[in-house]
C-alpha cells in the first residue's frame, strides 16, 4: 500500500542550487514511488554548524517503499551526490532526511520516525507547511520564527 513521505533536502558546498534540483529530479524516478509536491527553494543560514548558506527544499513523494528501503535510496542518492561525513553537521553536497512516512513511528538504530528534530527547524518546518500545511500546526512555525529563512 503507497503511503506519503516527506523527504527534507538541502546543499551549501559546490551548487546548492543544482544539487537541490537534481535531488529532486532522482527523487521522482525512484522506483514504486511518485513525487506529488515539491516546495519552494529556500535559503537558510546553517543550523548548529559552519560553512556557506544552505538552499533547502521538501517534497512529498507516494511510495510503497519500506521506510528502511526509501533511506537506503536516499543514502544512495546522497552518496551519488558526493555526500561525505565527516562529523556531524558538517557542510555537505546534499542532505536528504526522511520526515515523516505515512502514520508510522519508528524508533530503529538508523531511523526514527517522524523525524526527531524536524520541529526545531525552519528550513523544515517552512516548506513543509508550504505543501502540506496539515502537518505543521502555527505553535510550531512560531517556534522557529526567529530563525532566518529566505524563498527564493
Known amino acids: 500500500m503507497a503511503e506519503i513521505a516527506y523527504v527534507a533536502i538541502g546543499a551549501n558546498l ?3 542550487r ?5 535531488a529532486i529530479d532522482a527523487l521522482g524516478r525512484l522506483p514504486q514511488s511518485r513525487l506529488v509536491a515539491r516546495s519552494s ?3 537558510t543560514a546553517p543550523v548548529d554548524a559552519g560553512g556557506p548558506d544552505f538552499i533547502n527544499a521538501v517534497v512529498a513523494l507516494e511510495t510503497e517503499l519500506a521506510p528502511l528501503d526509501l533511506l537506503a535510496r536516499l543514502q544512495a542518492i546522497e552518496a551519488a551526490a558526493g555526500r561525505e561525513r565527516p562529523y556531524r553537521n558538517a557542510p555537505r553536497t546534499l542532505d536528504l532526511d526522511l520526515l515523516i ?3 508510522r513511528a519508528l524508533e530503529t538504530p538508523t531511523l526514527t520516525l517522524p523525524h526527531p528534530r524536524m520541529g526545531q527547524r525552519a528550513f523544515v518546518l517552512v516548506p513543509l507547511a508550504e505543501i502540506a500545511p496539515n502537518r505543521v500546526t502555527a505553535a510550531q512555525l ?3 520564527a526567529g530563525q532566518a ?3 527564493l
Open 14 to 16: 559546490g551548487d546548492p
Open 18 to 22: 543544482q544539487a537541490v534540483e537534481h
Open 41 to 43: 527553494l529556500y535559503r
Open 101 to 103: 512516512h505515512g502514520e
Open 142 to 144: 512560531a517556534a522557529v
Open 149 to 151: 529563512i529566505q524563498r
